[in-house]
């Protein structure tokens, strides 16, 4: 850790100086054959890696049409080039997402494309070797799967789906990263990402049933597997247990309190992150979301509200429909997604965002607020990557943007946007997503943060921003570990609904 | 499997320097394992040691911040029961390096 430092803003934010093999070799920790074996991975690298591999990637190809376009579209227009937050903080010229890609285009064409085939040299197609192996490995472990290079590419060629693939290859001969990997069986056998059983999630939420009762001196309820409850409410466990994340669950349960929602958590469905989709596996992320639909069929639940979690709200807003059967479009044949179809309660969205919930009873006047509890924050927003990029909020285009904006301008009197080139569509991640928030990978983390950090900088100098509010527990955890390395207090990122919790009016219900 | 070794014992380890058998731990290789962190232990470092691993025992999971910070300032009053504290202790955050130090596995996730 002693070693890590930041890297110094840039005078004028433009295209880094390059510096060839600066982040080479980079290798977050490979899973263990324990790890791998017990989510139905190889244990380790297969011998006949190449052979399978290749045709995995044959396999992707015929599968995901949107890949092939992919890897035939891309003009080299270099458009993307200065867009990643990886690349600028690193300034490797393989992490410019065409270059990253490339690593994966190149042997595209030697195995799939004629003049690969016959002329490899003149079309810069490569032998899939290990050296070429083990370059994928590294590299397409320094994306978060962010999309931004994406909204700036002409032919709108979707990084983040090259680097699934990638990893979705890896790991089919036995090659993934322990992180990711790990956080999925811990899923599978415990119910969330963070490993924690039933009985220390019911002595937490207990515990923080005591804190809210000594602070409002309200009766604020944590339920937890409650039958016949209207709404199951799906979060990510790091909403259970990490700092500053928790606060924003006090929120949530404020926001139930004072509406009258009769709501539950579940033990066994107590994750809303879905690291399936980091690693590009259809099937861990369609079991991953199946807990979901298992526990709200059991507990007959009316509707299906997320917490702050920027992947999962992704996931939930754009895949749960057709992989579980939360939302429209459930396969006529999936018995128990048509199950739930009827059980939940169309009038409402489903599933639908906890901001888009405390957005519409503001909007109600179901709640109420002393805006001047939160005055001691000046307030910015940084929108998380795939909330931003990968879904929507409310009924209107834009909605991920206005409604989190719309919900701190109503408990909070300073609010100051960061540059409108990092905000909204065009935001940065915060350099931990997408399987990187690692501590393998914090040197590559910090150095990820600094086109936030400079914008950041930005409204602290100029507005005495002290809080940056967030929706994602990714980017909460990110931020509390680098912001102290670029000279920040850590206590300067927070939740929306952490700001929500310090200015309602509970009354009593 | 990495290992490390204490006073002439060998302790296995993950690559992240976690112990892998929790029986096996004492306090020599917690001590080695502050060490490494540059951490040098005192009696306020070993009390919340000495709380997560009675936690772990009874949740088998390390306590929530905030649990932790709760639990810590009843026990040894309201001054020390402040995420300052702790922080000011194990300035990793005491979630990872004090569970480290305490021999429980690593909490993953988004943490």
């Known amino acids: ?509 | 499997m990495a290992t490390i070794e204490v006073s002439g014992k060998t302790y296995e380890t993950d690559e992240e320097g976690y112990l892998v058998n929790l029986g096996e731990w004492d306090m020599d290789v917690a001590n080695y394992i502050a060490t490494t962190e540059s951490i040098s232990m005192t009696e306020q470092h070993w009390e919340v040691i000495n709380f997560l691993r009675e936690y772990f025992e009874e949740y088998q999971i390390a306590p929530a911040v905030r649990v932790l910070t709760k639990a810590i300032g009843k026990k040894l009053g309201a001054e020390k029961g402040t995420s300052e504290y702790l922080y000011a202790l194990y300035p990793y955050g005491p979630g990872k390096q004090a569970c480290k130090i305490a021999g429980l596995p690593k909490p993953t996730g988004c943490v």
């Not at chain 1, 992490?95 to 016959?118: C, E, H, I, W």
């Open chain 1, 1 to 509: 850790m002693a070693d890590v430092v930041a890297p110094p803003y840039r005078v004028i934010p433009i295209i880094p100086a390059l510096i060839p093999g600066s982040m080479e070799g980079l290798k977050p920790f490979v899973a263990n054959d324990k790890i791998n074996t017990a989510i139905g991975f190889p244990g380790e690298l297969v011998e006949d890696w190449h052979d399978k591999a290749i045709a995995k990637m044959g396999e992707l190809l015929s599968k995901y049409r949107s890949l092939k376009v992919y890897m035939d579209a891309c003009v080299h227009c270099g458009a993307c080039s200065d867009k990643c937050h990886y690349f600028i903080g690193t300034q490797d010229p393989k992490n410019m997402p065409v270059a990253r890609q490339d690593l994966m285009r190149s042997v595209y064409r030697r195995y799939f494309t004629l003049p690969g085939k016959l002329f490899p040299k003149l079309v810069g197609a490569r032998d899939l070797t290990k050296e070429v192996l083990d370059e994928w490995y590294s590299y397409f472990h320094q994306c978060s799967e962010c999309r931004r290079c994406s909204v700036f590419c002409p032919y709108g060629i979707d990084t983040a789906e090259v680097t699934m693939a990638a990893r979705e290859i890896l790991d089919s001969i036995g090659y993934g990263q322990k992180y990711s990997n790990e956080i999925i069986g811990k899923v599978h056998r415990i119910g969330n990402n963070l490993g924690l059983p039933g009985p220390a999630l019911r002595d937490t939420l207990e515990g923080l049933e005591e804190d809210v009762k000594d602070a409002t001196g309200v009766d604020v309820r944590f339920p937890m597997d409650v039958k016949g409850a209207e709404v199951l409410l799906i979060t990510p466990s790091a909403d259970f247990f990490a700092e500053p994340h928790i606060d924003s669950l006090i929120g949530y349960a404020k926001v139930f309190h004072a509406t009258g929602t009769s709501w539950t958590l579940s033990s066994m469905a107590s994750e809303a992150g879905n690291f399936g989709m980091f690693i590009g596996n259809y099937d861990q992320l369609r079991q991953i979301a199946l807990r979901i639909r298992e526990v709200a069929l059991e507990l007959g639940v009316k509707r299906i509200v997320v917490g702050e979690c920027g992947h999962a709200w992704r996931v939930a807003y754009s895949f749960w429909n057709t992989l579980t059967g939360v939302g429209d479009g459930a396969d006529e044949t999936d018995r128990f997604a048509q199950m739930l179809q009827k059980q939940l309660d169309h009038r409402y969205k489903q599933p639908m965002h906890i901001c888009e919930f405390t957005w519409d009873a503001i909007e109600r006047g179901a709640l109420q607020f002393d805006k001047s509890k939160n005055d001691k924050h000046i307030i910015t927003f940084h929108d998380s990557c795939n909330v931003a990029r990968g879904s929507r909020m409310g009924d209107f285009a834009g909605g991920q943007f206005e409604i989190p904006r719309n919900i701190i301008k109503t408990v909070a009197n300073n609010f100051y946007e960061m540059a409108p080139e990092t905000t909204c569509e065009q935001t940065f991640c915060c350099g931990g997503g997408g399987g990187l928030l690692t501590d393998d990978l914090i040197d590559l983390r910090v150095k990820g943060a600094l086109p936030r950090m400079e914008v950041l900088q930005q409204v602290v100098d100029e507005h005495g921003v002290n809080f940056m509010a967030t929706i994602c527990a990714i980017c909460k955890a990110q931020f509390t570990k680098v912001l102290p390395i670029y000279g920040f207090d850590r206590r300067l990122v927070g939740g929306v609904h952490q700001l929500v919790s310090n200015a309602i009016i509970l009354g009593d219900k």
